[in-house]
């Protein structure tokens, strides 16, 4: 075992030796030029050279064409994958200027393309509203792709410009002649930059489904030139058609959501929300059309108006006899599904890729449209208000009895006492960046994995059975469950929006380890569920994972391969001869010896884990929903039309 220990402990690198050589002065500065910085830090403009950065290419230039449809220009977006693996933008608005830029004495579309900060969004002449990466977005995609072709339809004319890797291969031509208007961007994403050039249909569909809720009116279409699969998007009831199909798996409280829009000076809000009888809270805000996962001013805002005017009308009809105490901002959003969206002219995000609104001013004119729009909506439909107010109160009892199972919890934890559960094999290491937790089904396998395991690094919890359904129960519920219990503690960071915090998390990975039959395909369900609903930072920082452990041995003499899907076992036993192998089939972890589940499943240097990431939030929360959630036609339509997509499933 002497080897896993040295994967588990690294040496800090030794300092390099200073040298007189060594000078710093003006011939030490590289100057990249045009778009060389986005080619040589491609993350920083589009966050990652992974899946998600390739994708967000796409969305770049939709995001401009949104922009003339947020002016009143266009009507009509088209996406295409192409055969080739390029992807495509059409769109019918004005066209990108192709005149000459008078500063820089080159056509403006020129300029759009190869310059960063150009563009027609900062002095608010041309885009009222605008998203987008700000000047950057579509130099940044021609930048990052292997090439790039642009086709503007404007006075009657087709003009046409080449580039390959955000260098003008041609300059701008008439190609022909048209009634129409518009811009039409096709791109080949550079695989010297991306890790995978392979754009997903259904990732992209999701993206631009959530666009045609938040402009109403505006068709948006995607066509996959491959698997020939399309989807048209068009939603005349915007936000408000967003919430019912958030909600369409969902028993809600009142049929039809409650929708105000009001303008604050160069602010529009537009809210659609809806309460249903579950337990979990679901708030998609955006601004200027751009997903801000991360909230910021205008959510902070909307919470605020939410929980005040609640609490107003509750202590105004004497709703509160039982419950002096008055409602918490948990307690009212719990069970909620709304959609926040705000336009503004002059949006300040922190980060480059707009995950959170900065602006101070945005909180209280959010909150203050939030007031008035609930405000009349409660004293116009008194019936829909109270019953509201009473899942509330039914929702701050049951905090009330979580807070103390909590607390309860908390005073086990092991940061405050040091008690750890009995359970847990914990790891020799303290630096939470080198230990990982394993959460492991049944004892049996638990016992397997405790001897195998490296003790330095790996810690063994071993759960007895299937833990509760969170998406069925309230939280003093969940809280009282022991499985439960016994991860909060080990994991350390708490939950909930008051207790979590990230810092005391005591391991970098939490790897999810189950059978690879029903019951651990539904265990691990469970457990997702669990840090989705509770714990979503862990998915959302790239902590939880899920371990593969092997389906097959195949054996023959002294040489045996592990084989992890039908296939690999075929083709092991072509190479192995067919004639005198043996085949073992694993039923469960629990059938391996500690070594063959070290060398399968646990050796870093050998194991494949999955990481479980989420991308798209209002996906995961459907299929969170349909799986877990009550309605049973859902879930069946869903097992049906993915039936055939599953493999290796154990009868």
């Known amino acids: 075992m002497a080897t896993k220990r040295k994967e588990a402990v690294k040496e800090a690198p030794k300092k390099p030796k200073r040298t007189a050589k060594a000078n710093y002065d003006a011939t030490s500065i590289t100057v990249l030029k045009g778009l060389d910085a986005v080619r040589k830090r491609p993350a920083m403009y589009i966050g990652s050279t992974g899946a998600r950065g390739l994708h967000h290419l796409v969305y770049e230039v939709v995001d401009n064409s949104i922009d003339e449809a947020l002016g009143g220009f266009c009507n009509k977006i088209v996406v295409t994958l192409h055969r080739d693996g390029s992807a495509s933008v059409m769109d019918d608005g004005r066209g990108i200027p192709v005149d000459k830029h008078p500063v820089q004495k080159r056509p403006a579309v020129e300029v759009v393309m190869t310059m960063l900060h150009a563009g027609g969004k900062f002095d608010h002449k041309a885009y009222r509203v605008s998203g987008g990466l700000h000047g950057v977005g579509v130099s940044v995609v021609n930048a990052l792709s292997e090439w790039l072709e642009v086709a503007i339809h404007q006075n009657g004319k087709i003009y046409k410009q080449e580039y390959d890797r955000g260098k003008i291969r041609t300059d701008l031509r008439v190609d022909g002649k048209t009634k129409l208007t518009g811009t039409h961007v096709r791109f080949q994403p550079d695989p010297e930059i991306f890790d995978t050039t392979e754009f997903s249909f259904d990732n992209l569909s999701q993206r631009l489904r959530e666009l045609a809720f938040l402009n109403k009116g505006v068709q948006i279409e995607i066509h996959d030139e491959k698997s020939e699969k399309n989807h048209v998007f068009k939603y005349e009831g915007g936000v408000i058609s967003f919430v019912k199909f958030l909600n369409e798996n969902k028993n809600t409280l009142h049929q039809k959501p409650i929708y105000f ?56 009809n004497n709703m509160f006899k039982n419950h002096k105490t008055g409602l918490s901002g948990d307690d009212v959003r719990e069970g909620l599904t709304a959609v926040l969206s705000v336009m503004m002219s002059n949006p300040q995000f922190e980060g480059q890729t707009k995950t959170k609104l900065g602006n101070s001013e945005v909180r209280g004119l959010v909150e203050s449209v939030v007031s008035e729009g609930l405000g009349e909506f409660f004293e116009e439909t008194p019936g829909v208000t109270k019953a509201i107010i009473n899942k509330c109160i039914v929702a701050a009892r049951s905090r009330d009895a979580a807070r103390k199972a909590r607390d309860l919890t908390r005073k086990r934890s092991a940061l405050e006492t040091g008690m750890l559960p009995g359970k847990l ?81 005591r391991y970098d990975k939490i790897i999810i380890m189950t059978d690879a039959d029903i019951d651990g395909a539904h265990i691990r369900t469970l457990l997702l569920t669990f840090f989705y609903r509770h714990m979503p930072e862990l998915l959302k920082q790239g902590h939880v994972y899920i371990a593969q452990p092997p389906l097959y041995r195949v054996k023959k003499g002294k040489t045996e391969i592990y084989a992890y899907n039908d296939d690999e076992r075929d083709r092991a036993m072509e190479r192995l001869g067919r004639k005198g192998s043996m085949l073992q089939r694993y039923k469960g972890l629990g059938e391996m010896n500690p070594e063959q589940l070290w060398n399968t499943t646990m050796d870093p240097e050998r194991r494949t884990i999955l990481k479980v990431t989420l991308e798209d939030a209002v996906e995961a929360d459907r299929i969170f929903t349909i799986l877990m959630g009550d309605k049973v036609e859902p879930r069946r339509k869903f097992i049906e039309e993915n039936a055939k997509k599953v493999k290796n499933l154990d009868a």
């Open 425 to 505: 094999a914990d790891c020799s290491l303290t630096d939470p960046k080198l230990c990982e937790l394993y959460l492991v089904e049944g004892d049996s396998a638990g016992g397997s994995a405790k001897q195998g395991r490296d003790r330095q690094f790996q810690a063994i919890l071993p759960l007895r059975g299937k833990i509760i359904n969170v998406e069925k129960s309230p939280l003093d519920k969940v809280l009282s469950n022991e499985e439960i219990k016994m991860m909060i503690t080990a994991v350390g960071t708490g939950i909930g929006e008051e207790d979590f915090n990230p810092e005391k998390l």
């Open 261 to 316: 829009e009001r303008q604050r000076d160069d602010l529009r809000v537009e809210v659609a929300l809806q309460y249903n009888d579950g337990y979990a809270e679901n708030i998609f805000s955006f601004v200027n059309s751009i997903s801000t996962h991360e909230g910021g001013t205008h959510l902070i805002g909307f919470k605020a108006g939410l929980t005040k005017t609640l609490n107003s009308y509750g202590q105004k």
